[in-house]
Structure formats: C-alpha cells, structure tokens
Nanobody
C-alpha cells in the first residue's frame, strides 16, 4: 500500500486547509486511518483517527472543534479538514493506515505511512 498525502501549504492564522490521503496498491477500506504530525525537534503526535467504517472519530484535545477527519472508502481516500488554524499547528502532517479496523493513538498501531505534507501557519 502506498499513501500519498497532499493539500499542505502556507496559510495565515485563522485560515483553513484541507488535506487528502489517497491509498493505492490495495484497498484500505478495512483499516483505520490516522493523521499525525511532527514538528522539528518534536515527537510525532497523533492528530486524528477514524475507524474503518467512518463511524468513530478521535482527536487530540488541541484540535477538537477545529479539525475534522473523514474518509471515502469508494475513493480509498481519507481527509483532514483543518479550520481556525494556529501557528502551533505548523508541522509536517502524515497519514497512516492502521494495522486494524480501529485508529489507535500510538504510531506503532499503524502499518503504512505516507511521506507527509508540510503545513505552515503564519501569525
């Protein structure tokens, strides 16, 4: 499975960006999907996750109410809508397909990773 994340860029604080993560090679419709981010010098952190059917979503506290994760299994794609962006959201964002149908918080629960897309939020 190859995961291609796209949609990153430069945005002013308060703005919005929409990230996409398209899977190829085989379907990920049975896998949980997650978005992580990693800023320079920091650990990779969980941002949002969604289970295989899309019925359950999970968010880290700092993005609740601002970010929305979704998926379209027919398109083999997951999304992350990011609104009210803050400078502290600046990071490289990675999408990942989980080992199971759930979307765990730990990176060790994911089998496939995309290369990441840079999000920069200016103040």
């Amino acid at each position: 499975v190859q995961l291609q994340a796209s949609g990153g860029g430069l945005v002013q604080a308060g703005g919005s960006l929409s990230l996409s993560c398209r899977a190829s090679g085989r379907t990920v419709s049975n896998n949980g999907m997650g978005w992580f981010r990693q800023a320079p010098g920091k650990e990779r952190e969980f941002v949002a996750g969604i289970n295989w059917r899309g019925g359950s979503t999970y968010y880290t506290d700092s993005v609740k109410g601002r970010f929305t994760i979704s998926r379209d299994n027919a398109k083999n794609t997951a999304y992350l809508q990011m609104n009210s962006l803050k400078p502290e959201d600046t990071s490289v964002y990675y999408c990942a397909a989980a080992l199971s149908s759930m979307a765990p918080v730990s990176p060790s629960g994911y089998r496939y990773w995309g290369k990441g897309t840079l999000v920069t939020v200016s103040s």
